[in-house]
């Protein structure tokens, strides 16, 4: 079955109010309106950024979509620095990413807080925000051989409690750890690997009608340069790009090669 692919940046902790909005009109103004027709395409920008982002792409009607980097699993009270669904909904978020491997490594997050956040994204979907769920493994895991059941266990733990219908809104991204920000990419080989096993657990977990409608993204180095080879794997379906998602040009060449 054809899957749409998707194409999100992923800004990570860079931009400011100002600088957010110069990128965001950079990369409305390289796209051509078709594409979207084609390809999904969305910025994950700090909170901060999140409404002036949506407004530029907003008035610009090319449908690039905004994400969060981050969200809390309860919906309001006592929980100093956190933000919920329901704040990130009303901004205009289409996506969330939910366990990148920078939170589970400098941030402690665990994969139980990865599911509860993945559940409170997929419980309300009147104005569905799509999870972006982030597994990868570590260079010392990918070395020693187990990186398979590794990212096994994490998709596993990931949508615990999750049933077929809501899965089928989430979106999976292969960020293998030692190809964020090192340039050190996955080759098209390893990525389609690992990818073709995500689909393969999510099958066991949700059926292979299920599986086969998930997209499963490859992040990691991704650039315009390996773009194209790594989104022609049988089992990718997009990009998560932190790096080149900062420049527009490299950005909006990386849309074009999911065309
Ligand atoms: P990178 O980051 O493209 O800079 O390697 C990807 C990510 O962390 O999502």
Not at 40 to 69: I, N, R, S
Not at 193 to 209: D, K, M, S
Request: proline share 5%; hydrophobic share 40%.
């Amino acid at each position: 079955m054809a899957r749409k692919p998707l194409i999100a940046g992923n800004w990570k902790m860079n931009e400011t109010i100002g600088e957010a909005v110069v990128l965001a009109q950079e990369i409305s103004n390289e796209m051509e309106p078709d594409w979207l027709d084609d390809v999904d395409v969305a910025v994950c920008p700090p909170f901060t950024d999140l409404k002036p982002v949506y407004t530029v792409f907003e008035f610009d009607k090319l449908g690039v979509g905004v994400g969060a980097q981050n969200v809390y699993w309860e919906p309001s009270g006592a929980y100093t620095g956190e933000i919920s669904v329901p704040m990130i909904r009303e901004i205009g978020c289409s996506y969330c990413i939910v366990g990148h491997s920078e939170r589970r490594q400098y941030f402690g997050e665990t994969n139980e807080d990865v599911n509860k956040k993945v559940c409170a994204l997929l419980s309300d979907r009147t104005q569905p925000i799509d999870p972006i769920v982030c597994v990868g493994e570590s260079l010392a895991v990918r070395e020693e051989g187990s990186y398979i059941g590794f990212v096994d266990d994490q998709v596993r733990a990931a949508f615990a409690g999750v049933d077929a219908e809501a899965a089928k809104s989430a979106v999976v991204a292969y960020e293998p750890v030692w190809a964020i920000g090192t340039g050190r990419t996955a080759t098209p080989e390893q990525a389609q690997e690992v990818c073709g096993a995500i689909r393969e657990t999510l099958a066991v977990l949700f059926g292979q009608v299920a599986a086969a409608s998930i997209r499963v993204l490859y992040g990691g180095s991704m650039n315009e340069g390996n773009a194209e080879l790594l989104l022609a794997q049988p089992d990718i379906d997009g990009g998560l790009i932190g790096g080149a998602s900062l420049k527009a040009r490299s950005f909006v060449q990386i849309v074009k090669a999911a065309l």
